[in-house]
Every structure is written in structure tokens, then in C-alpha cells.
């Protein structure tokens, strides 16, 4: 089992990571091989990186030589990002570009390999308005609330895959059982991409499960639901 990168100081205003965070990464450890036989150095983003731990996990352990980059909408989310990627990597580098923004507001077409992405999947009435001030503790309800179905922060997402990603670019989104994501997978299979689901996982009252998502013909040992 391949270690999970130590999360020191986490600011209150940070998700803390918890079982989501701990099920992507067993997600990418699952698929470690298949990662490294298609991707040599690739363009990894983690939306809404939260306390850093997965992408860190993910550079740490899969992708040492590639180019790591996060984007969340809190600037305490983006610190702390940093924070663990410097306690993380040897000689204090952080070894990671940190950028305010939502989703790919800012992130040009067709660069990036790998995205990962733990949205606020819990359903709600809506999606939570941005706080005025940093050290506003309505930060945490943003990582949270995910507005109808627990989806309006992921469809947006899974709307824009096609622009962002690179021909071979895979993603790997993660949902909870309220967010029906049988229905999003057939969706996106009329839509032409390949989904998988890569693993499932019960966590409390949640039934939590990661789609990898990509746009080319099967490989073999693919698992196709």
C-alpha cells in the first residue's frame, strides 16, 4: 500500500480529507499501471484540490516527472495545496502550480492528461454563494453543497472534458449515489467517451464510486460496466 502524504496545519477553512479523498486514492493506486503504460510525463489537475492530498498522492507516487497542477476557488484551499506538496517532496519543493479559478475557467484546450476530481456532489437546494472574506468558514460549504442532485458543479465539468483534454487525456470523477451516476455514465456513453467505473465504496450512509472517463476505444483489461 503506497503512503498517504501527511496533511500538517490543515487550515478551517479546508475540506479535511475523509473517506472520498482516501477512495480516489486507493482509485489511482488501483490504477497505477495502467496510468504510467499511457501517460511518460503527463499534465495532471486536480479540481477543487482541497488540502492538496490527492494530487500530492498522485505526483508523489505515479507521476514524479509530471507536471502537477491544482485549481480550487478557495485561495485557502490553494495555500494549503502548497503546503502539503512542500511537506511532501523532498528538499521542500512544492513542486506544484496553485491557481485560484473554478474548474477550467482558465486552463487551455487540449493540454491536459490527467484530471481528477472530488466535486461537492451533495445534493442540495443550491449551490452556496462565494464568501467575501478568507477566513470565512462558508468556504467548507463550497467543497459540500453541490446544488441539484449534488451535479451543478460537476456537469459543467464533465460538459468541458472534450475541450480540455488531450487526445489520450483521461478523467476521474468521483460521485455519490444520489448523484445517479449510472444515468451520467450513459450520458456521456451517447456523448462518445468510454466510461468505467473503477471502483465502489460505502461510506457511512453514502455509496461513494469513481468513473474514469476517456475518449478512446477499450485496452485490454479494461473493466466495462
Known amino acids: 500500500m503506497l503512503a498517504t502524504p501527511d496533511v500538517r496545519q490543515l487550515r478551517p477553512q479546508v475540506y479535511d480529507p475523509a473517506e472520498d479523498s482516501f477512495l480516489l486514492l486507493d482509485c489511482l493506486e488501483q490504477e497505477r499501471q495502467w496510468l504510467q503504460s499511457r501517460f511518460p510525463h503527463p499534465v495532471c489537475l486536480e479540481i477543487g484540490s482541497g488540502s492538496g492530498v490527492v494530487l500530492s498522492f498522485l505526483h508523489t507516487h505515479i507521476f514524479p516527472a509530471g507536471y502537477a497542477v491544482a485549481t480550487d476557488i478557495n485561495p485557502n484551499a490553494c495555500l494549503q495545496t ?53 477566513d470565512d468558514d462558508a468556504w467548507l460549504d463550497l467543497a459540500l453543497d ?60 453514502e455509496v461513494l464510486s469513481v468513473l474514469r472517463i476517456s475518449r478512446d476505444s477499450p485496452l485490454i483489461g479494461d473493466h466495462v460496466d
Do not use: Q
Open 82 to 134: 502548497c503546503d502539503t506538496f512542500r511537506d511532501n517532496n523532498p528538499g521542500g519543493r512544492t513542486s506544484v502550480e496553485a491557481l485560484r479559478m473554478a474548474g477550467f475557467s482558465g486552463v487551455r484546450d487540449g493540454i491536459v492528461d490527467v484530471v481528477v476530481y472530488n466535486p461537492p456532489y451533495v445534493p442540495a437546494e443550491s449551490v452556496p454563494t462565494l464568501p467575501t472574506a478568507d
Open 146 to 205: 453541490g446544488g441539484a442532485n449534488g451535479m451543478e458543479s460537476t456537469w459543467p465539468i464533465l460538459d468541458h472534458l472534450d475541450a480540455k483534454l488531450s487526445p489520450l487525456g483521461v478523467a476521474y470523477v468521483l460521485f455519490c449515489a444520489r448523484n445517479h451516476p449510472d444515468d451520467v455514465a450513459s450520458v456521456l456513453r451517447a456523448r462518445g467517451w468510454r466510461v468505467s467505473e473503477v471502483m465502489r465504496r460505502k461510506a457511512a450512509w
